[in-house]
């Protein structure tokens, strides 16, 4: 056999744009399927719990709603220990670079720390993974009320 080489190295963003651009091209909004040459293929709700490892039969993920800037402060105060500026929110949304930060700057010292630390990651999660919008640039603070009792989140129906 002829030296084979490595494969060369590849842009991963480069490649996800184009996989995603393909996907939603054979997307099909009536029936909820994408059209490949194999054959039609849905995306269920149990593909999503074994590609995310979710849970979807406890408690489910719901709760109110509120725009007050004010009440976004108090609950970033309370589970983050500081609170972001008005630049770092967009209507009901705080950006994601303002977790992001924030992750990076705590110091692991303590048990509030570690969990400070872990709520940005399942935010940056939420916020790009499982309910990201359009932009990927921020996520609505309405979630952050499911974080404040760090052991009960493994029971939510995040799924």
């Given amino acids: 056999m002829e030296n084979m080489g490595a494969l060369p190295a590849c842009d991963?963003?480069?490649?996800?744009?184009v996989l995603v651009n393909t996907l939603v091209e054979r997307w099909h909004p009536n029936t909820h399927t994408f059209h490949l040459?194999?054959?039609?293929c849905a995306v269920t709700l149990e593909d999503v719990v074994v590609i995310l490892g979710l849970p979807t039969d406890d408690?489910?993920?719901?709760g109110m709603t509120m725009n007050s800037f004010k009440a976004l402060e108090a609950e970033c105060l309370q589970q983050f220990g500081v609170a972001p500026r008005k630049s770092d929110c967009r209507a009901s949304c705080i950006k994601l670079t303002?977790?992001?930060d924030l992750k990076e700057r705590l110091?692991?010292?303590?048990?509030?720390?570690?969990?400070?630390?872990?709520?940005?990651?399942?935010?940056?999660?939420f916020g790009t993974v499982l309910f990201g919008d359009k932009s990927g640039t921020s996520?609505?603070?309405?979630?952050?009320?499911?974080?404040?009792?760090?052991?009960?989140?493994?029971?939510?129906s995040w799924g």
């Avoid at 991963?12 to 744009?17: A, E, G, H, P, Q």
């Avoid at 408690?59 to 719901?62: D, K």
């Avoid at 692991?108 to 940005?120: A, F, I, N, P």
Wanted: glycine residues 2%; charged residues 20%; aromatic residues 16%.
């Fill in 37 to 40: 040459p194999a054959g039609e």
């Fill in 59 to 62: 408690f489910p993920v719901i």
């Fill in 98 to 100: 303002w977790f992001r």
């Fill in 12 to 17: 991963v963003r480069k490649f996800t744009k």
């Fill in 139 to 156: 996520m609505h603070w309405k979630f952050l009320p499911l974080l404040c009792d760090f052991s009960s989140i493994e029971q939510y």
């Fill in 107 to 125: 110091q692991l010292v303590d048990e509030t720390s570690m969990q400070r630390y872990v709520k940005c990651h399942i935010i940056l999660l």
